[in-house]
């Protein structure tokens, strides 16, 4: 199972430019729905509460992932696959019976041996009634909202897959705070992680478009692989 691949798009000075000036919105796609995304999952070890929290992937890669909350105390099951909802979460009866829960959470990526991921999917488990907005940050600090998403009752998956020579370094998102709840986050699967780039191999031009040309494959085969998972 792939979880790294070396971008050398430090390199790539000017098309770095051209695609940080280019619409943001056309590099990075969500996918709403059963859509199953060829990717790694995030598990935990154990009960952890508090803000933030870190999560482990499947294959040997210890406390990589973190989840924070600007508005909430984060709480994850013992262990097994991803599942964080809030300390305030209580579960009602009926319809719209529930209180608390997650308004606010932001998942990145924190290990100094990458630069961020490919794609990332995550399942909200809410309330008929909860609304969604998602935003998506990308290695040129861009900001690339998404959204409002009215959420069903039960699951509802949400793919984000990245294009072009760009990557996801962090994914947030907010619900409407103070109406239904969200019962909690689960599921959470990460697409290959970016690692930090060594040296081009290949002097001068020559080693320059090489690592370029590699690039532009790379974005060709990613939405492919991704898009057909």
């Known amino acids: 199972m792939q979880i790294t691949k070396a971008l050398h798009a430090a390199m790539c000075i000017a098309g770095s430019a051209v695609l940080a000036n280019s619409s943001a919105q056309a590099d990075v796609m969500v996918l709403q729905g059963g859509f199953g995304l060829a990717g790694t999952n995030v598990l935990f070890d154990a009960v952890e509460t508090g803000n933030p929290v870190f999560g482990d992937l499947s294959g040997g890669a210890q406390n990589v992932i973190r989840f924070s909350s600007t508005t909430d105390t984060l709480v994850t099951d013992a262990s097994g696959q991803a599942r964080i909802t809030s300390t305030d979460f209580v579960a009602g009866p009926g319809a719209g ?12 990526e924190v290990s100094p041996l990458f630069l961020g991921f490919e ?3 995550l399942n909200l488990n809410a309330e ?3 609304v969604v907005n998602f935003s998506a940050v990308d290695q040129f600090n861009t900001t690339i909202p998404f959204g409002p998403f009215n959420l069903g009752a039960g699951e509802n ?28 986050t689960r599921q959470v699967r990460i697409g290959d992680l970016v690692a930090v780039p ?4 290949g002097a001068g031009l020559p080693g ?4 370029c040309g590699g ?3 790379l974005a060709r085969r990613r939405r492919s692989r991704y898009a057909t998972a």
């Open 97 to 108: 019976g529930d209180t608390g829960g997650v308004n606010q959470l932001t998942i990145s």
């Open 119 to 121: 794609a990332i999917q």
């Open 128 to 130: 008929v009634g909860t």
């Open 157 to 184: 998956r949400f793919t984000f897959i990245s294009d072009a020579a760009q990557f996801i370094t962090s994914l947030s998102f907010t619900t409407n705070a103070g109406g239904f709840a969200l019962q909690d």
């Open 198 to 201: 060594g040296p081009v191999v």
């Open 208 to 211: 320059l478009l090489a690592v």
């Open 215 to 217: 690039l532009l494959a």
